[in-house]
């Protein structure tokens, strides 16, 4: 059990430092940095365990697929680069949802993809 325990706050620390979306294997990547130990599986069962738990949530991105990111955050929206691969988050919204429809549509959610070049990419091109 302490074993465990170990793990999952090793993937509880990797979304803190990192704090952006992760897929499971830049969890898998950075959290063995942590604890040697850790496999796809247990990262896999520790994720679900989080996201049963409220702690993370699962975000499904169009080109990534599942992503996990920190819980209780509100309503923001995903920036993917293409030059490291990396998902952001960006902080609130830039959407007028009452314009964003024609008129008799009502709109009740939405979701917005952007993708391009990160700063760090920009300046420093892999
Ligand atoms: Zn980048
Ligand atoms: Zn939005």
Redesign the pocket.
Known sequence: MKRKTTQRAAIEQVFQTENRPLTIDEVLHSGRALVESLNQATVYRNLKLLVASGQLRQVQHPVLGTLYEQAGKGHHHHFH?H??N?VYELPGCALNEEEAAPAGFIVEDHEIYLSG??P??ATSPP
């Open positions: 680069c030059g490291c990396r070049i990160c760090t990419c």
